[in-house]
């Protein structure tokens, strides 16, 4: 079993930074994309931004220049750095990631997989 644990929300001012990062726990797992997506109250969970075993990124377009994620392959963990945060930003931001894992038999199985979400308030 496969699980994806975050952390580093919290609250900020507006043109604060935070980071949040999210690290794969469990059995062998083998990611594919591993991504940051957020929903914010009353609204749809929406991208904010992914990025490949290959390190090919993909930025919502209201974060782009301000976001930055990166993903340490060895150790399964992905990184959301956001700067210039907005009260826009205000959501919970959850880690998804997209592979293979190893079950407790042995055998692989695609998984798609999300984090627990962790809230991130930008306001003064």
């Known amino acids: 079993q496969v699980q994806l644990v975050e952390s580093g929300g919290g609250l900020v001012q507006p043109g604060g930074s935070l980071s949040l990062s999210c690290s794969a726990s469990g059995n062998i797992f083998s990611p594919n994309v591993m991504g940051w997506y957020r929903q914010a109250p009353g609204r749809q969970r929406e991208l904010v931004a992914t990025i490949t075993i290959g390190d090919a990124t993909n930025y919502a377009a209201s974060v782009k220049g301000r976001f930055t994620i990166s993903l340490d392959n060895a150790k399964n963990t992905v990184f959301l750095q956001m700067k210039s945060l907005e009260v826009e930003d205000t959501a919970v931001y959850f880690c998804?990631?997209?592979?293979?894992?190893?079950?407790?038999?042995?055998?692989?199985?695609?998984?798609?997989?999300w984090g627990q979400g962790t809230l991130v308030t930008v306001s003064s």
């Open positions: 998804n990631a997209e592979g293979y894992g190893k079950s407790n038999t042995g055998s692989w199985l695609h998984l798609q997989l």
